[in-house]
C-alpha cells in the first residue's frame, strides 16, 4: 500500500555511496506510489562545535515541523546510523519535532550492536533506550543488528531491510581476469575507505604471503585515514611491483577494476557494519569474494557458494582462501554465477516492496 512519506536525510549521507542508495530507495518507493518528499539535515559543516551542534539540530527539527505543517505524511523516516554522536543528534531532532507528529522510524546504516552486547557500556545503553522509547520502530540491515537491539530493547519494534543495488556501468558477466589472461599475475581487488578495521593491511599481509608461491597483485582502490600507513608498510617490504593504490576512484573507473579483478578481498571487522555497498558492487561484478562474517554479508552470502569466509585479522587464512579460489576456477564460475543471482534480490523495485512492507510491520507494531 503506498504512503507518504517525510524522509530526513543527513547532509553527510547525501555524498558518496549512501547519497546513491537513498536515492534509488526513493525512486523505487516513487515507482511504487509512494509519495516521498525529502529534508536535508545535520552538519552543514566540518567545524562545529557543541553548542552549534545542538541549535543546529534543534534548528533541524523545526525545519521538519515546518514541512509538516505544510504536508501529511504518514511517517517520518530518519536516515541515521548508531553511535555516540548520531544518538545524541537524533535524540535532540526527536525532541524537536514534537509529540503530535506522525510516526517517526529510524533507518540505521550500520551499527555499534558490538558495544550493546558486550558487557558495560551502560551509558551507551540507555542513551540508545532513550531513543528508541523517542521513536515508533527502527529499520536494521542485519539480523545480527536485530538480535542485539532486541536483547536491550524487547518492546521495541524492529525489522530488516536491505538496500537497493544497482551494478556499476560496465561491469556484469563475465569469466574472470585469469580467462583472459592466463599469463598474467593474478588481480585482487580490495576497495573500501582506507582504515585499519576494513582489514586493509590484513590483505596487503596475505599478498605477501600470497606472492611467494605465486604471481599475484593487489589494486586498492580508496582513501582514508591509513593511506601513509599504507604506502610506508608497501616500500618497507618492497612491495610496490605488487601493490597498486588508486586512491578514490570515480565508478566507470572502479567498474573498471571490478571488470579486471580475479577475487574481490574484504576482511573486514570494521564495528559500524551493516552491509557493505563495496560486496554488492563484487556480486554485481561476478565475482568471488574473501571477506569475514559481519551482519549483512553473513544474511546475504554463503559460505562456498557466494563467497569464502575467513576469520578477522588472519592474513594466512585470507591467502589461504585466496589461493583456494585461484587454483579452482570450477569454484570460481560457480561462485561468479551464484553472485550474479544474488544480487538481483537488491534490485530497486524489488526493495522498496519489501522496504514498504518491513515499515507497515514497525507502525502496526
Sequence with gaps: MPMRILMLIPHARVRGPMGRIIELLIGALRELGCEVETVPWGRHTDDEGLTRKLVGR????????????????????????HDWRAIARDLVLVRAIGRHAPPIVLEFHGSR???????????????????????????????????????????????V?????????????????????AASPARLLFAARLFEEKGVFDVLDAVELLI??????????GAGSAEPELERRIAARNLGSHVTLTGHLPA????????????????????????????????????????????????HLRDGINALFVPARDPDAIAGAVERLLEDEQLRESMATANL????????????REYLEALHLVLRG
Design 161 to 181: 531491510v536491505s538496500n537497493p543495488f544497482e551494478p556499476l556501468a560496465g561491469t556484469g558477466p563475465r569469466n574472470g581476469g585469469l580467462a583472459r589472461t
Design 212 to 221: 611467494r608461491r605465486r604471481r599475484a597483485h593487489l589494486v586498492v582502490a
Design 113 to 159: 550492536v558490538d558495544l550493546l552486547s558486550s558487557p558495560g557500556q551502560r551509558a551507551l545503553k540507555r542513551a540508545t533506550l532513550q531513543l528508541l522509547r523517542a521513536v515508533d520502530g527502527a529499520l536494521l540491515l542485519s539480523s545480527e543488528e536485530l538480535e542485539c537491539f532486541r536483547a536491550i530493547a524487547p518492546e521495541a519494534r524492529f525489522e
Design 252 to 299: 566507470t573507473s572502479l567498474a573498471r577494476e571490478y571488470a579486471e579483478a580475479d577475487v574481490f578481498v574484504f576482511p573486514t571487522y570494521y564495528p559500524g557494519e551493516g552491509f557493505p555497498t563495496v560486496i554488492a558492487e563484487a556480486m554485481g561484478a561476478g565475482l568471488p569474494i574473501v571477506t569475514t562474517q559481519m551482519r549483512g554479508i553473513t544474511d
Design 58 to 81: 534543534f534548528g533541524d527539527g523545526l525545519g521538519v515541523r515546518r514541512a509538516l505543517s505544510v504536508s501529511e505524511p504518514d511517517c517520518i523516516i530518519v536516515q541515521t546510523s
Design 341 to 352: 543471482e544474488a544480487v538481483k534480490a537488491f534490485a530497486p523495485e524489488r526493495v522498496a
